[in-house]
């Protein structure tokens, strides 16, 4: 089994600046894809970013050029470095992970517990 802890969320004023972090553990044999989402109240859930082993990223339209995404693979960890937050940046934030416990496992996704990010003034 797979964890995916996740810290870092807040509340921030509009034009600042946050960092998430998200580390899996447990039963560990390789991570793959890891990425953020989030999810507003009243909306569906939505792909902020992703990154790959290799290191190959993916951005929503409206946080290209604001935030990044970056990841330890030595540490199975993943950041999302949130910078010009705005105010439609408020959301609860969930770290998901593609993963395998053993070599001959499948590889199962995995989700944390969501933190928090409140943009306002």
């Known amino acids: 089994q797979v964890q995916l802890v996740e810290s870092g969320g807040g509340l921030v004023q509009p034009g600042g600046s946050l960092r998430l972090s998200c580390a899996a553990s447990?039963?560990?044999?390789?991570?793959?894809?890891m990425g953020w989402y989030r999810q507003a109240p009243g909306k569906q859930r939505e792909l902020v970013a992703s990154?790959?082993?290799?290191?190959?990223?993916n951005y929503l339209d409206s946080v290209k050029g604001r935030f990044t995404i970056f990841r330890d693979n030595a540490k199975n960890t993943v950041y999302l470095q949130m910078n010009s937050l705005k105010p439609e940046d408020t959301a609860v934030y969930y770290c998901?992970?593609?993963?395998?416990?053993?070599?001959?496992?499948?590889?199962?996704?995995?989700w944390g517990q969501g933190t928090q990010v409140t943009v306002s003034s």
């Open positions: 998901n992970a593609g993963a395998r416990s053993t070599s001959w496992g499948v590889e199962y996704a995995y």
């Open positions: 447990g039963r560990i044999y390789s991570v793959n894809t």
């Open positions: 990154i790959t082993v290799g290191g190959s990223t």
